[in-house]
């Protein structure tokens, strides 16, 4: 046969979809990221400003009004004055960070959740909305052709039935195995099962479907030319069958009608109307009440189906009407979710070439991963559903929120350790010296701090967490509070370097709360009690952090004491 070439390159449908991917291509930060910029400016100024005061207050003090063989030299405040400013930033974030997704991506790809951006996990926990594809990612995609009705005047059910078939853009192989799209394959399917004797009649021309048109065109070899879409796309409907259709479609049928012309140059005459059903994924109903129930997310359906069949398929799954929105274009979905990307963290989860661009504008894009699935979907999203299990959407939102809190309580941790040992530079500048200041940073920012990523987390704190507020006055309280306990503890005991210590681990438990069984902060408060005792018993030690003999009993009573007021404020503030 002969093929003529209308289009190449950028003009094709296939180039359409990929200039309108590329337009939807932008990179926006996630609310945790925007919520640690804002952290990082407010810390950078607050910091500087105490680091600055801390310096000139020790200068004026230790320097000025000291008599000469006992100032404070002023190289040793100088390295001091580095020594906090290291301190005082929290400079195993981006660590805790990483080591949590990377964590999360791994436990994520065990139930067949593949995530493609290591940063999505994240967002996923911030997300407020997702918005869902009706056909192929809620349903299965596997249709069949419930009812249908025909001008049983004008032909039989043969002939529409062999004309419905016709009217296709399906590829037959040698062995029998059909190419196309779910209804095309279903329409052939079925003529096949009735009339297994009956061809296809063949076609001379085609316009195929599109999301504008919303019908597609086939003339055939007999001078015919039969028309396939959706109703609306046909004049002079018969009263009957637009009732028919409504009924249909609040059954949750999918309605397309049929129609013939005689000639190319004669008008359409509607034939007849078919009602195709498309089956519910058996996890999508428990999903949606997932979401909504347990996380606080609006589900949203878009979907290129009528009206009356998508609120049809809502209600079946839960999804408020006004959350519904049907006869949906690819062009239309890109712009839904980019204008709702601007009011709320989103999710776009889709399978078809025509959520291409949707879910790469998303700012989580979400792939089905079965056979049904196309490569622009899997190409476009961030994390793919190998199996097409909705239920690794909510593993995914688990994992997010979880980050979210763990990252909150090593920020804690973080802020109220680097806030004592600004105070108790202030107050012991004597025996804060800078390389001991430099020793409990490691401490501060090493094992106990990254420990707490491994921290289980409680189902309340996952159904309500969505994002980390610096912002929130009782967790700033609670910093503030356990940084001047410290603080004030360690004066009483009088030797900074030992207290710090042991009230570190206290302080990264009480913010482990209510995971008491994290066997990596129990491995790390060994080691750094084995550090204390090496500390002690070597006496070349001393000389550079100035420690002196520990006094296990009182460390051991300070540690239970500030673990109880700081739980006691935890209990108080909620």
Not at 56 to 68: A, H, I, S
Not at 74 to 91: D, Y
Not at 454 to 482: E, G, P, Q
Not at 508 to 537: E, H, K, M, Q, T
Request: charged share 20%; glycine share 6%; with cysteine.
């Amino acid at each position: 046969g002969r093929g003529r070439i209308i289009a190449t390159g950028r003009d094709t449908k296939f180039g359409a979809m990929v200039r309108l991917m590329r337009s939807a291509d932008c990179e926006t930060k996630t609310a945790l990221q925007l919520e640690l910029d804002k952290l990082a400016g407010q810390l950078t100024i607050w910091s500087g400003c105490l680091i600055v005061a801390i310096s000139l207050f020790t200068f004026f003090k230790g320097y000025l009004f000291y008599p000469t063989d006992q100032r404070i030299p002023l190289l040793q405040i100088f390295t001091t004055a580095v020594s906090l400013a290291v301190a005082a930033i929290p400079e195993g974030l981006p660590v805790v960070c990483t080591v949590t997704m990377a964590l999360a991506v791994r436990r994520l790809a065990k139930q067949k959740v593949i995530v493609k951006r290591m940063g999505a996990v994240e967002a996923m926990g911030s997300v407020g909305m997702i918005c869902f594809d009706k056909t192929g990612t809620l349903t299965v995609n596997r249709l069949k052709v419930a009812r249908f009705a025909f001008e049983e005047k004008q032909l039989d059910e043969q002939e529409f039935l062999r004309l419905s078939a016709s009217c296709t853009d399906v590829t037959v192989l040698h062995d029998g195995t059909l190419l196309g799209n779910a209804m095309d394959k279903c329409l052939v399917l079925m003529l096949k099962e009735k009339y297994p004797n009956v061809d296809l009649v063949e076609k001379r021309d085609a316009v195929l479907f599109s999301s504008e048109r919303r019908f597609m065109r086939v003339s055939l070899r007999d001078g015919r030319e039969v028309s396939k879409g959706a109703i609306e796309s046909f004049d002079n409907v018969p009263e009957e069958y637009s009732d028919l259709c409504r009924d249909w479609s609040r059954e949750g049928l999918r309605c397309i009608g049929v129609g013939v012309a005689k000639t190319d140059s004669d008008k359409s005459v509607f034939i007849g109307l078919l009602g195709f059903m498309d089956t519910v994924r058996p996890t999508a109903k428990q999903l949606i009440k997932t979401l909504q129930s347990d996380f606080n997310i609006k589900p949203v359906m878009l979907t290129g189906d009528s009206k009356e069949t998508a609120m049809a398929i809502g209600r079946l799954l839960g999804i408020e009407s006004s959350n519904v929105k049907s006869r949906q274009s690819p062009s239309e979905k890109l712009t839904f979710v980019a204008d709702m990307n601007q009011l709320v963290s989103l999710a776009m989860v889709g399978d078809g070439v025509n959520d291409g661009a949707a879910v790469k504008k998303a700012q989580v894009g979400i792939a089905m991963g079965g056979v049904n699935s196309t490569d622009v979907a899997r190409e476009a999203a961030d994390i793919v559903l190998l199996d097409d299990e909705l239920v690794g959407i909510v593993s995914v939102v688990k994992e997010g929120r979880m980050m979210l809190c763990n990252v909150q309580r090593f920020l804690g941790f973080q802020l109220s350790s680097s806030l004592a040992s600004l105070l108790l530079a202030l107050l012991m500048p004597d025996k804060l010296t800078p390389i001991a200041l430099l020793i409990l940073n490691v401490v501060m920012d090493g094992p106990p701090a990254q420990s707490l990523a491994m921290t289980r987390v409680c189902d309340a704190d996952l159904h309500t967490r969505r994002t980390i507020d610096v912002s929130d006055r009782k967790w700033i309280f609670k910093c503030a509070f356990k940084g001047v306990l410290t603080c004030v503890l360690t004066v009483i005991y009088g030797d900074p370097l030992p207290a710090l210590v042991v009230l570190s681990i206290a302080n990264a438990y009480s913010w482990s709360f209510p995971d008491y069984r994290n066997v990596y902060l129990a491995g790390c408060s060994v080691v750094l009690v084995l550090f204390l005792i090496l500390a002690d018993c070597v006496s070349a030690f001393g000389k550079y952090v100035n420690i002196q003999i520990v006094n296990w009993p009182s460390l051991g009573v300070m540690m239970f004491v500030y673990f109880m007021m700081a739980r006691f404020v935890d209990t108080l503030l909620g």
